[in-house]
Every structure is written in C-alpha cells, then in structure tokens.
C-alpha cells in the first residue's frame, strides 16, 4: 500500500514537472519526454521512415508539395514571431516529402518533418487542397498534439515500463510510432481527441489564410474528404469530430482566418 502510494506520488510529480506550454491555446499540457529527446527520435524514424518507402522526387507533384509545405512553414514561423513566441521553431529541421502510397494520408512528425502520400492528391486536387491538409498536420505538431498521446500511452504502461520514459527503450518507441502514426495501417495509430482535431483544424485554417490560400477550400476539401464514405484514412478521417459538425465549424471559422492574414498583409486568397 505505502509503495502504491509512493509510486503515486511519483507519477504525479513527474507529470507536474512535465508540462508544456501550448502557444496557440495558453493551455499547459503533458509532455513526458522532452522535445530535445523527441527531436533527435522524431528525425531518425522519419529518415528510417523515408528509406522503406518510395519517395517521389522531381515531379510537379513532389514540387508541389514542398512549395506548399515551405508556405504552411512559413506562416507558422510568422504567426509566432508575431505572437511573442520568437524561437519556438528553432529546432525545427522542416522537410516535405511525396511518398508513393494509396493510403489517403498525409502527417507531421515533430520538428516539421512531413509525409504526403500520393492518395490522397486526388482529394486534395489543387494546391490550396493541400495547404489546408498539411495546415492541420503541422499544426497537430506545433501543438505538440503527438507527444500528449504519447505521454498519455506512456502513462497508462507506465507500470509496465517503469519510470523508465527513454525512447530508446522498444516499447517506447513502438508508442512513438502508434502516436505519429507512422506506417498508415488503419487502427494501428491512437487517434487523436475531439479537441486536439478541432485545435488543428483552426490553427491551420489560419496558417493557409497566412500563407495565401483561400481557407473557404478547407471547406471544400473535407467535404471532398466525407464524400469517400468508408474508406476512413488513419489521422484525417478519424471519426471524431463528425464530419457535419467539423465542416459547420471550418465554415464559421472562415472570416476569423482570413481577418487574421490580414494582419500579415495578405488581402487576396488563392483558390484550388
Ligand atoms: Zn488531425
């Protein structure tokens, strides 16, 4: 009982000391491993990542996707020097890269590393399709959505790994990958929370707007999305929010985003 008690406590003290501030929201959340462990796991998984699958490189498309990555980076950058938070990209080692798989996918691991599978270029259509998926990628890593999933797995095993939270442990690093959502097996990756899906869909609609497209397309893409039925793709398609209610709520977002690029000097929107 007293050693219940003392593991307890420690789990509590570490997951107090463990926070992190979220600088879209204000809200402190759980971060059990550090971005300065993160990172380095993060960029080694991708490369690993990138070396078992086909990557598409030179073609209009694989441009395409590194022209509006690049843009997608940039607005993030923007918005953050102009909201107090210079340097919050510092470690970041942005990279786009168009792998050659069906799967309807696209992710961001931490520190701006991005995975576009060809599948879902078909759904996204033009590049303002695209701005408005890999907004919501990126901004599920700028809000260091991953690692709370993460750290909230970690928390659940922790009896089975102990304090023990070094993701060079395998356990951890299988957790690490169930919450980045590498591979896109469907059911393999730990969806994300209703609030952590509403959270990317507004900061990124915002970074689109930011980066010149028209955020009314973000609309048109989930609309596009909804329109494959049951073919649900692992991160975009999850089922929560509904995909009423997420197109009701990007709808009404729209003037929001567009008032905030203003402020960046960006009057026109591109559309797909
Ligand atoms: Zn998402």
Sequence with gaps: MKS???IITVITTLV???CATN???GKQT???VPNSQLFPTAFQQYDQFLSENKVIKGTADAEM???VGQKIAVAAERWLNANGHVGYLNDYK???NLVDDKAV???CMPGGKIV????ILPITKGEAGLAAVLGHEVSHALANHGQQRMSASMLQQIGAVGLNVALQDNKNLGLFNQAYGIGSQVGVMLPFSRSHETEADTIGLTLMAIAGYNPEEAVELWKRMSAQGGQAPPELLSTHPSNESRIANLKALVPKAKEEARKFGVTSFKQN
């Design 16 to 18: 107090f000391l463990s």
């Design 30 to 32: 759980m971060a059990l």
């Design 94 to 96: 942005w990279e786009y």
């Design 116 to 119: 576009v599978y060809t599948g």
């Design 4 to 6: 219940k008690n003392v």
């Design 23 to 25: 600088p879209f929201t």
């Design 65 to 67: 996707v590194k022209r």
């Design 105 to 107: 996918n696209a992710w």
